[in-house]
């Protein structure tokens, strides 16, 4: 087990905010916005590093310094000890983050969440009338 976590120590680290496209480059993205996602989740990541064959770890307690309110981080293997990597298909940390903001979008969890969001906003917007002068 103290093995494994010295192995972890070395895997990539991957915050949600670096593919957030709500966040600016000063808060931490680190790619284009347009290719980004809409406040990911560490789950979601994971499963999107799952469903590409990374191995993978999530930090829960772990916090990005810039946004210590948002918990969750996740730690990612590119390449294995011996140079080789994990997954062809990807051999930088920006092709890792690439591919998983173009999986987060169509994650199961993510579409069910969406559906009861935009009922809501219509919601909010209906009650907007109220709140006029008021009377003496």
């Known amino acids: 087990m103290d093995a ?9 680290i991957f915050y949600p905010v670096y593919i957030n496209s709500k966040k600016t480059l000063a808060e931490g993205r680190r790619i284009n916005a347009s290719k980004a996602c809409e406040n990911p989740t560490c789950a979601e990541i994971y499963d999107c590093c ?4 990374l191995p993978c770890a999530i930090e829960s307690e772990k916090a990005y310094p ?3 309110m948002q918990r969750g981080r996740v730690r990612v293997l590119l390449k294995r000890e ?6 062809p ?11 998983v903001a173009e999986l987060v979008p169509r994650h ?3 579409t069910k969440k969406q559906e009861p ?10 009650k907007s009338g109220k709140g006029g002068k008021k009377k003496r």
Request: charged letters at 20%; aromatic letters at 4%.
């Open 4 to 12: 494994e976590m010295q192995n972890i120590k070395k895997w990539v």
């Open 50 to 53: 799952v469903h590409l064959k």
């Open 66 to 68: 810039r946004d210590f």
């Open 82 to 87: 011996d140079g080789s990597l994990c997954n």
């Open 89 to 99: 298909a990807i051999s930088s940390r920006k092709q890792l983050m690439l591919n």
């Open 108 to 110: 199961p969890g993510r």
């Open 117 to 126: 969001a935009s009922s809501s906003s219509t919601a909010v917007a209906s």
